[in-house]
Nanobody
Framework: QVQLVESGGGLVQAGGSLRLSCAASGRTFSSYIMGWFRRAPGKEREFVAAISRSGRSTVYADSVKGRISISRDNAKNTVYLQMSSLKPEDTAVYYC??????????????WGQGTQVTVSS
């Protein structure tokens, strides 16, 4: 089992940047596929990005390609989401998640509590 804690959210102007972090507990972080999801007001949770156990493979939602980058540091048990050229429609609660098995856009086993990102126009 793994516990996940997100940080780094906040208020940013459109066009700005933020880096979210997700710290994981436990000694088996490197055995998990890690993903980021978001839930905008009034909308369902959606997939944002995922990264393989080694960090060599990544997957992104079409809506964020070119603006968002996922990375991980297995020595620090942390996964990151670097966001740039932010838009008001990126406003959401961002969640970190972990799963075993293959890199996927759904069916994650463990979730963090979320961190709010608000992009002002």
């Amino acid at each position: 089992q793994v516990q996940l804690v997100e940080s780094g959210g906040g208020l940013v102007q459109a066009g700005g940047s933020l880096r979210l972090s997700c710290a994981a507990s436990g000694r088996t972080f490197s055995s998990y596929i890690m993903g980021w999801f978001r839930r905008a007001p009034g909308k369902e949770r959606e997939f944002v990005a995922a990264i393989s156990r080694s960090g060599r493979s990544t997957v992104y939602a079409d809506s964020v390609k070119g603006r968002i980058s996922i990375s991980r540091d297995n020595a620090k048990n942390t996964v990151y989401l670097q966001m740039s050229s932010l838009k008001p429609e990126d406003t959401a609660v961002y969640y970190c998640a972990a799963r075993v098995g293959r890199i996927e856009v759904g069916n994650y086993d463990y979730w963090g509590q979320g961190t709010q990102v608000t992009v002002s126009s």
